[in-house]
C-alpha cells in the first residue's frame, strides 16, 4: 500500500493544446511539486513541455 502513496501515477498534458497525454509515475518526495518535462507530441509533431494533470 505505500507504494502508492510515495510514487502516484500521474498525467502529463501537452501545453500545445492537442490533448495528448502520457500517464507515468513521480516520486512524491523528491517532486512535491508539480511535475514539467518536455516530451514529444505527436499530434504537434514536435517537443512541447508536458504538465502534470491532477
Known amino acids: ?3 502508492n502513496e510515495i ?3 500521474v498525467k502529463l498534458r501537452s501545453t500545445a493544446g492537442t ?3 502520457y500517464v507515468t ?3 512524491r518526495r523528491n517532486d512535491p511539486d508539480r511535475m514539467v518535462l ?3 507530441d ?3 509533431r514536435r517537443h512541447v513541455d ?3 494533470d491532477r
Do not use: L, S, V
Open 1 to 3: 500500500m505505500a507504494r
Open 7 to 9: 510514487r502516484p501515477i
Open 19 to 21: 490533448g495528448y497525454t
Open 25 to 27: 509515475r513521480k516520486n
Open 38 to 40: 518536455k516530451k514529444y
Open 42 to 44: 505527436p499530434i504537434a
Open 50 to 52: 508536458f504538465k502534470e
